[in-house]
């Protein structure tokens, strides 16, 4: 059964840095294209980076320069650093994963992300 664990949240200060990360199981990880997600109250989930298989990435322009986006092949896991971190960072994070050719997708349960002084 597939399973996204993520791990890493917590709470920073503005300016500050956090590394996210989500190990996978139950799926054929190099094979799936992994992104992070944003979750605020009362709003969709948001794309905030996103790898395909081959390592290429994508970010949106709020995040762009402040968040990379990585993967370890070998461990199943994928990574978000992020720094000079605002408090529009602040959310729910999730983790992603999408095989194109099985059209399989999963969700990880997120991890909270809190910006504060």
């Known amino acids: 059964q597939a399973q996204l664990v993520e791990s890493g949240g917590g709470l920073a200060q503005p300016g500050g840095s956090l590394r996210l990360s989500c190990v996978a199981s139950?799926?054929?990880?190099?094979?799936?294209?992994m992104s992070w997600y944003r979750q605020t109250p009362g709003k969709q989930r948001e794309l905030v980076a996103y790898i395909t298989t081959g390592g290429s990435t994508n970010y949106p322009d709020s995040v762009k320069g402040r968040v990379t986006i990585s993967r370890d092949n070998a461990r199943n896991t994928v990574y978000l650093q992020m720094n000079a971190l605002k408090p529009e960072d602040a959310g729910v994070y999730y983790c992603?994963?999408?095989?194109?050719?099985?059209?399989?997708?999963?969700w990880g349960q997120g991890t909270q992300v809190t910006v504060s002084a």
């Open positions: 992603h994963s999408q095989n194109f050719i099985l059209k399989r997708e999963f």
């Open positions: 139950g799926i054929f990880f190099s094979d799936n294209h």
